[in-house]
Structures are given as structure tokens and as C-alpha cells.
């Protein structure tokens, strides 16, 4: 018992030396994350901002949210204060060199940047895993073919799982749960814990962010869309690989999260986990948001091959101008009228990646012959008038 109590009064000793440090000058490295946070945060609300102005203002007559766009909102609000906790992680050494630690406070300096890593860890995380999902459920929109929706539901699942596994760890794994970054203020009962729901929050984040970067591919073959939105989407949606490749690389810096066996350089390699978390998170938030965008370029799209003809003048599969064909014709042949009604509206962009939408076209041509037997000049014959009804 005495010795649980010296030990959690040094542990307070300790914490209260950490909380009374004085600030790392930023520079190099340091200012690099400062730097490259501020950026993607400010770019991400951009984004998000823009998302809701469509969908509230340039969605025609029907403004509903969706599920999509309530979690993409989501994911964008933890962002900011998961940057603020970074901010004070880098004024107190996070990406610094050891060399610019003052001489014998190099632990102090951890515990109080790994304190500031903890609560920014737990707001990212819940930010990446919302705009995970915002990811899917807009997928989902895409297509309903039952193969990817099981994809993508199974997707979800395991992401879920993957986050309350991963918290459950975290919290449990010391006690009281400042134990994590100041041991002597308590004990831990899973040995490295934090390193082990490092690892695997990393590999079932990238696993989710390639599927739902690979699965649009596949399915956007067959929707009605014009191409250029369809590449468009494509490339939005594969900025996730470039977000599971950060999850990736940073996985060779979660070793410096043991200071007894890599005590040398730790502030600084921790930097470097941290700098790619936030481009996986900040990179997640904008890319989610980037598909409702494409109401901006409508012009763009529907001018691409294949898609969104200007209407005028009707024309035959070779170009001539099927007006020129009317009237009777030389030899007394027959004369063709196309007739065509704008019988159909054009969807607004937001629908137009909906595959229960369907576009039918009706066209109505009326042929109008006229014998060149037994008629006199000037008395042609009318006879049955043709009709002819076709659905694109």
C-alpha cells in the first residue's frame, strides 16, 4: 500500500514537472506538420462548406439530406479540435530532434506530447471512421446491385468492430487512463497497448479505404452516367488509397512508441505517425465531400463524349439534319418528317448518379408517302400516316 502511494505521488511529481515545461521552438520538421495540418483543415471545411451549400441550395426542388451528407458534416467537425491538440503537441517538441530537448528533460517532454497525442488519437480516429462510413453510404447510393452492397455493408461492419475493439483496448488497457502516457500514476494491464490498437486501427483502415476505392470501378461500369463524371468519381474516390498508403507508412514509425527499447529520436518519429494520421484523416474529409461538386461542372460533364448533346435540329446517326428530308423528294420517293417533343427534363446533377433514375425519350417519326402511279402532277396522293414510338 505505501508503495502504491509513492509511486502515485511520484507520478504527480512528474506530471506536474511535464505540465510546467517551457515551450520547443518550431522549426524544421515541426513547422512542416504545422504547416501541412493547417492546410488540409482549411481545405476541408472548404470542401464541406461547399457540400452544404449544394445540397441545400443547388439540389432543385428536392433539398433532402442524406445519410452521406449528415456523416460527412460529421466527420468534419472533430477535425478541428483534433488539429488544436496537435498544434499543442508540436509547441511542446512532437517532431522535434533530441538535440533541442533541453539536457536530462527528454522524458518530461514525452509524457506531456504523448498526453496531447492521446486526445488527438481519440478525435481523429472518430473523424476518419465517420468519414469512412460517409464514404460507403454514398457508394451505396451509386448502384444498387446486391453483390457490392454486401461489399460495402461488410465493409462497414468490420470498420465498426475494428473502432470498438480499438477503444475498448485503449481504455482498459491502463488504469487510471492517464497511466498511458505518465506510468507512474497508475498501473497497465496490457502491456503496449497503445501499440497494438495502433497496428490495427492502421490495417483495417487501409483494408476499407482500398475497397472502397476498387469497388466503384466495377460498379460504375454500367450506370447511366456521362464518362467524365464516371472517371471523375473514380479518381475522387481513390484519394482513399493515398489515405490507407499514409496508414501504411506510419506503421514503420509505431516502434518509437516503446521508449524503453527506442528511447533515441522518439518526439521526432512520433511526428511523423501523427503528420500521416492527419493527411489520412484531412485527405478523408475532403474526398467525401468532393462527388456532390460536381453540380460546379455540369458543363464539363455532359459536354463529354457520348452524353449531354445540345438539343437543336434533329439529325440522323450521320449528322444531316433530318429536317432537310421533308417534302416530297425527286422520283417519288418517300419523304421523311422527324417530329420530336421535349417530352423529358433533364435530372439535376445531384439525382443524375442514382441508378433508380431512368431517362425515357419518346420519339415520334410520321412518314408520309406519295404514289408516282396514277396521280396527276400536283395531286399527290396521302396515305396512311406512320407512327413510330421509341424509348432510350
Known amino acids: 500500500m505505501e508503495s502504491l502511494r509513492s509511486r502515485s505521488e511520484e507520478g504527480q511529481r512528474i506530471s506536474k514537472i511535464a505540465h510546467n515545461l517551457p515551450q520547443i521552438p518550431v522549426e524544421g520538421f515541426t513547422r512542416v506538420i504545422q504547416a501541412i495540418s493547417y492546410l488540409l483543415c482549411v481545405l476541408g471545411t472548404i470542401i464541406v462548406g461547399l457540400r452544404v451549400y449544394v445540397r441545400s441550395k443547388r439540389s432543385g426542388s428536392q433539398r433532402t439530406w442524406g445519410w452521406d451528407d449528415i456523416f460527412a458534416v460529421a466527420g468534419w467537425f472533430p477535425l478541428w479540435p483534433s488539429i488544436v491538440f496537435l498544434i499543442f503537441a508540436t509547441q511542446w517538441g512532437l517532431g522535434a530532434h533530441d538535440s533541442q530537448i533541453p539536457d536530462g528533460m527528454l522524458p518530461y517532454y514525452q509524457i506531456r506530447v504523448k498526453e496531447y497525442m492521446f486526445y488527438f488519437e481519440m478525435i481523429y480516429f472518430a473523424s476518419s471512421v465517420i468519414t469512412k462510413l460517409a464514404m460507403a453510404i454514398m457508394i451505396l447510393r451509386l448502384s444498387a446491385t446486391r453483390r457490392y452492397t454486401y461489399i460495402i455493408w461488410g465493409n462497414m461492419a468490420v470498420l465498426s468492430v475494428n473502432a470498438f475493439v480499438c477503444l475498448v483496448i485503449m481504455f482498459v488497457s491502463c488504469s487510471p487512463i492517464p497511466a498511458l502516457w505518465n506510468e507512474k500514476l497508475g498501473y497497465c494491464r496490457i502491456k503496449n497497448g497503445w501499440i ?127 429536317e432537310s428530308l421533308g417534302g416530297q423528294q425527286k422520283g417519288g420517293l418517300p419523304g421523311l418528317r422527324r417530329k420530336e417533343r421535349p417530352t423529358w427534363n433533364r435530372l439535376e446533377d445531384s439525382h443524375s448518379t442514382s441508378s433508380q433514375q431512368n431517362i425515357v425519350k419518346t420519339t415520334k417519326i410520321y412518314v408520309e408517302t406519295s404514289s408516282a402511279e396514277g396521280d396527276r402532277p400536283g395531286q399527290g396522293r396521302k396515305g396512311n400516316g406512320t407512327y413510330w414510338s421509341e424509348d432510350v
Open 196 to 322: 497494438i490498437i495502433s497496428y490495427a486501427g492502421s490495417v483495417v483502415l487501409a483494408m476499407v479505404d482500398w475497397t472502397c476505392a476498387i469497388t466503384p470501378f466495377f460498379m460504375l461500369r454500367d450506370l447511366q452516367m456521362p464518362k467524365r463524371r464516371k472517371v471523375t468519381i473514380q479518381i475522387i474516390l481513390s484519394l482513399g488509397m493515398f489515405g490507407s498508403a499514409a496508414g501504411l507508412v506510419r506503421m514503420g514509425f509505431y516502434h518509437a512508441y516503446d521508449t524503453e527499447k527506442y528511447p533515441i529520436e522518439s518526439l521526432h518519429n512520433w511526428g511523423h505517425t501523427i503528420l500521416w494520421s492527419v493527411l489520412e484523416a484531412g485527405l478523408g474529409v475532403i474526398a467525401c465531400s468532393l462527388p456532390p461538386l460536381g453540380v460546379f461542372f455540369k458543363k464539363f460533364y455532359y459536354n463529354s463524349s457520348g452524353s449531354g448533346r445540345k438539343s437543336g435540329p434533329a439529325t440522323s446517326d450521320s449528322g444531316t439534319q433530318l
